[in-house]
């Protein structure tokens, strides 16, 4: 069994049972969603059917990048996490994270306003907070641990954190609007990662249902596909 496997219930998908977390409260708000974007994206079984695909394109100057929607107490997020750290890494493209909240974490809300606030010092900085939350999510056992957590982080790079993050809810909004985003394009489910392209032989957007197995391949695939084309924005 992979070390993936599903927050609320197992669903098979193929051989291997892939852990998720279920965004709840959207299964009406999918049921009823517009029908697939086109029929060569036909759906695998256990995949996403995307109904906008707006938000599955590589960011201006590249021409493959991964799209994540993930949940910060998301244990199947944790262990997919430094996969996809490694291989935006090892094929120098970008990774582009997105908040998709899954309402009964104690603490994720939280955790996604440090990070954004976080982001506003430091893209780095934030991106380097959501990889140790998610290193070490299991000693977070809520919230006044994750205060600690934050504040223990803050201390190791010599950052005084106000005593409101988000005074004026900005940094809120903009992750209701990600989860917004997430559900326009049909996620229910954390992680849902998709390998995302700009022109290109293949399609613009494959969803990568086992990370462990198949997100070198996909890469490297769609890095073939896409050679000599105009990278987005271009």
């Known amino acids: 069994m992979t070390r993936f496997s599903r927050c609320l219930r197992p669903i098979l998908a193929g051989r291997?049972?892939?852990l998720l977390c279920l965004g709840l409260g959207s299964a009406v708000l999918f049921s009823a969603g517009a029908p697939q974007a086109s029929a060569q994206f036909s759906v695998p079984s256990g995949g996403t059917e995307v109904h906008d695909p707006a938000a599955l394109k590589p960011p201006a100057g590249a021409?493959?990048?991964?799209?994540e929607f993930a949940d910060l107490e998301c244990p199947a997020c944790a262990a997919?996490?430094?996969l996809l750290k490694a291989a935006a890494e090892k094929y120098k493209i970008p990774w582009v994270r997105h908040d998709f909240l899954i309402p009964f974490h104690k603490w994720s809300a939280a955790a996604a306003v440090n990070a954004r606030w976080l982001d506003a010092q430091s893209v780095a900085l934030g991106d380097e907070y959501r990889d140790r939350v998610f290193a070490n999510q299991t000693f977070i056992y809520g919230p006044f641990?994750?205060?600690r957590f934050t504040e223990k982080f803050a201390q190791e790079h010599g950052i005084e954190l106000p005593s409101n993050l988000d005074p004026e809810g900005k940094l809120t909004e903009?992750?209701?609007a990600d989860k917004a985003l997430g559900q326009r394009t049909g996620i229910n489910h954390?992680?849902?990662v998709f390998v995302v392209t700009a022109g290109g032989k293949g399609a613009p957007f494959l969803e990568v249902q086992h990370i462990d197995?198949?997100?070198d391949r996909m890469i490297a695939q769609a890095l073939a596909d896409t050679?000599?084309?105009k990278p987005a924005g271009k």
């Not at 021409?63 to 799209?67: E, G, I, S």
């Open 16 to 18: 291997n049972r892939t």
């Open 227 to 229: 050679a000599g084309a």
């Open 190 to 192: 954390t992680p849902t």
């Open 145 to 147: 641990a994750l205060q």
């Open 63 to 67: 021409r493959v990048a991964l799209v």
């Open 174 to 176: 903009a992750i209701q």
């Open 213 to 215: 197995q198949d997100l």
């Open 80 to 82: 997919a996490n430094p």
